[in-house]
């Protein structure tokens, strides 16, 4: 039984030139365009969890999980906000990492219902749920956001992107810290991966963001948009008394 090949493959890969020419584009080109894919992951995300701002991925899931934790305690830590709530219908995976993430950094990490949170417990610093949960049930967490955001706690919502493409968003509930894992839209798992995690936060957690974010440089004498990443600066690479620019242009060679 003959089979035909899909339009955009034809379009894209058989009747495309540059799969059939000598020409070996340079380490330049090579990156800029991998840069200029990783910036289009990141406007994915953005647009599918309704945040502001998103990375170019982290490790996976359970690291995403300690790292919006630790968010959380470093956004707190002036006000000595050392208490941070798992939902304990998040993925197991999520729940040891962060505990192990948190006993040098002195963070009490409890496993709980979010539904029976105490908010008159000032060292509370955020909160971790999940929608879809690890049983697969959904949620909307539109109301326990809210009161997060009423009492300064972290609202942290790890999430499927294939679900948000239908679902309500955690962006638009109000979360200010969406997670989960990329896998859905990558390769399959084997042997426990690949499976890269995405970040993304709202415009007041900008500085907070954990790994690369990569980004447009516009020149304004030409016509021209490279892609570049751009880091968080550190402590020891700024200047006392220098006003604290969010991310430095990192040159590409």
């Given at each position: ?200 936060v709202n415009e007041e957690f ?19 948009r490279p892609y570049a990443w ?24």
């Open positions: 039984m003959s089979q035909g090949t899909p339009p955009v493959i034809l379009r894209n890969v058989i009747e495309n030139p540059a799969w059939c020419t000598p020409y070996t584009p340079f380490q330049a080109e090579i990156s800029q365009g991998r840069l200029e894919s990783l910036l289009n992951i990141q406007s994915m995300i953005i647009d599918l969890t309704a945040m502001n701002l998103a990375n170019a991925s982290l490790l996976d899931q359970a690291t995403a999980c300690a790292e919006a934790m630790y968010l959380a305690f470093h956004h707190g830590r002036k006000e000595r906000m050392t208490f941070f709530l798992l939902s304990r219908d998040v993925f197991p995976s999520c729940v040891e990492m962060a505990k192990t993430r948190a006993e040098p950094l002195k963070i009490k990490v409890v496993v709980g219902d979010p539904n029976l949170i105490d908010w008159s417990d000032s060292s509370l610093c955020g909160i971790l749920v999940q929608t879809p949960d690890a049983m697969g049930m959904l949620h909307d967490f539109t109301t326990l956001f809210e009161k997060a955001k009423q009492h300064g706690v972290v609202s942290c919502c790890g999430t499927d992107l294939m679900a948000s493409v239908l679902l309500k968003p955690p962006g638009e509930m109000g979360a200010d810290v969406v997670l989960g894992s990329a896998q859905r839209f990558g390769a399959p798992l084997g042997f426990g991966g690949p499976h890269a995690a995405f970040f993304a900008k500085r907070l963001i954990p790994g690369r974010v990569n980004g447009i440089k516009v020149k304004t004498r030409r016509a021209v751009r880091f968080r600066r550190g402590s020891n690479v700024l200047r006392r008394n220098a006003p604290h620019p969010i991310f430095v242009l990192h040159k590409l060679s």
